[in-house]
């Protein structure tokens, strides 16, 4: 197997390309289990930063027995999404809300073994391949009282700039216009698009074609039809956490505070970066000429708010070892179709330095071997690593710092050489085995060699996997308990034949 960036080639069950550094790890298997455990009609996550950063401390020695051959991915990958490419203000605002989203703990909401609510494209008659329409045509209106409601939002500039203030749902004292809805609309779709990229393909998403003329993955709603029920949902949830959190006095901490603060001169960075001449092109680029800053604004506040109170409201939650246990029980078949069991099997977080072998010699075939003096000068390196380690405090703490400043491993040094949830099967071999050696204590240290090179171990700790799989799915189903009660409190109407939607350009 060659690496897909430069070529090179990789050893047997190895995707990190020591040569370069890129993961050739096929995209498709992630993209499928991120949808199975994600709930489509009641969805609460915004950009899954964190889930991001959970795939990938996946991206460094783990193994590729399960995965296929590259030629069978190449045959087996979607068709690109994309003929031209994504302008750069869309990339700008996600990097703006990337910067909290990482701290909010509604990520949690994504996970679990169980899959309840899922979406498979299989199932719901999606594409696998982008809609090819010879002769698109505007589907006929619906029910006048869901996103069904018009078979296409899209309207004029004109239009929408007339119509940008008139109210368009209502949620207690709150008010959504269509200013507000163009952007709550594109930010869904953006989040979607960043989100599972040219592999949207798979369920029927081009953004070659436009929205309102082909059917989502859920086959009573066009794509525009389906994020026009997500932006519906965002909105509600959005609005009546951050209600709440006012209501209740919910102070966010100083950091969202001050970047609040920072966001006009955040966006003006931005659109400068991107080539506009302000930040107002820019949002038009990125949401029609519908949108405005006051309504991004107010979109940006009502997230940080209502999110961080509700991730105040899951870290309070406290579960008992016999509640973990009793739902486990009660979802055991449905945990057994996805293979988990309530045995020994555990889930192991550990911390590691790589130190990689210097010099090498590059065959005809691209391939990169190590004479044995190499190999002793990068173990020499990796236990002088380890001594540094033991001559001082013998803390987690302090080997994090030294992952961070020695560690060569992309997908950890950044976060102390941190791996959490690891279970079997996941990591090369040498790893996994000293891992998963059964002797192991929390705060238990070692050299490890493998073909990436020596790794310096720390052992965190470990727990049932049952448990923990348990425990999040417990924590999410009383996280979206929570969301449901706030909800509740406060009256919902909306008017979908008010709504309208300005012309956007997704590919450039």
């Not at 990789?10 to 298997?29: A, R």
């Not at 915004?46 to 590259?70: G, I, L, N, R, V």
């Not at 719901?124 to 982008?130: D, H, I, L, R």
């Not at 449905?334 to 550990?350: P, R, T, W």
Request: net charge negative.
């Amino acid at each position: 197997m060659k690496c897909k960036a430069c070529d090179a080639e990789l050893e047997e069950g190895v995707t990190l390309c020591p040569n370069c550094g890129f993961d050739n790890q096929p995209e498709q298997e992630e993209v499928v289990e991120q949808l199975q455990d994600e709930t489509v009609e009641e969805t609460i996550v915004e950009p899954a930063a964190e889930q991001t950063e959970e795939a990938a401390e996946d991206t460094t020695m783990t193994q590729e027995s399960a995965q296929p051959d590259a030629e069978q991915t190449a045959e087996n990958e979607p068709t690109p999404i994309v003929e031209g490419k994504l302008g750069a203000g869309k990339i700008a605002l996600l990097v703006v809300l990337a910067v909290v989203a990482v701290a909010v703990v509604v990520a949690l909401v994504v996970g679990g073994f169980k899959g309840k609510n899922t979406e498979d494209p299989a199932a719901t008659g999606a594409s696998t391949v982008p809609v090819e329409t010879t002769e698109p045509t505007i589907p006929a209106d619906g029910n006048p009282d869901d996103a069904t409601c018009k078979g296409t939002y899209t309207v004029t500039d004109d239009e929408i700039t007339a119509k940008g203030g008139d109210v368009v749902a209502t949620l207690g004292d709150a008010q959504m216009t269509n200013n507000d809805l163009q952007v709550y609309y594109w930010m869904r779709v953006y989040d979607f698009l960043e989100r599972y990229g040219q592999s949207a393909a798979m369920f029927g998403l081009d953004v070659n074609v436009p929205l309102d003329m082909q059917k989502s993955m859920d086959p009573s709603l066009t794509w525009q039809q389906f994020f026009v029920r997500e932006a519906v949902n965002s909105w509600k949830n959005y609005t009546a956490l951050s209600m709440k959190a006012q209501a209740e006095g919910f102070k966010m901490d100083e950091e969202y505070v001050q970047h609040l603060e920072k966001l006009p001169e955040n966006l003006e960075a931005a659109a400068k970066n991107g080539g506009f001449e302000s930040v107002e092109d820019m949002i038009h680029s990125d949401m029609g000429v519908g949108a405005t800053m006051e309504a991004y604004t107010r979109y940006m506040n009502d997230y940080y708010n209502g999110y961080l109170y509700y991730g105040s409201n899951v870290d309070a939650i406290q579960l008992t070892d016999e509640e973990i246990g009793k739902y486990f029980d009660e979802h055991a078949e449905e945990y057994a179709k996805n293979g988990l069991k309530k045995d020994d099997s555990k889930f192991v977080d550990v911390r590691h330095i790589l130190i990689t072998p210097e010099g090498g010699t590059t065959g005809e075939d691209g391939k990169v071997t190590y004479s044995e003096e190499e190999w002793a000068a990068c173990k020499d390196a990796a236990q002088a690593v380890l001594d540094e380690y033991l001559g001082g405090e013998q803390t987690q703490e302090r080997f994090a710092e030294l992952a961070g400043k020695y560690s060569k491993d992309p997908g950890s040094a950044a976060k102390g050489g941190l791996y959490t949830d690891v279970r079997k099967g996941q990591m090369v071999k040498p790893f996994e085995d000293w891992c998963f050696d059964d002797s192991r204590v929390a705060g238990d240290y070692g050299l490890v060699q493998s073909d990436f090179g020596y790794h310096v171990m720390y052992y965190v700790d470990s727990r049932p996997m049952w448990h923990s799989v348990a425990k999040k799915d417990l924590t999410v189903e009383k996280g979206n308990e929570f969301l449901e009660s706030v909800v509740a409190e406060y009256p919902l109407d909306v008017n979908y034949g008010a709504m309208a939607l300005g012309q956007v350009q997704l590919v450039k």
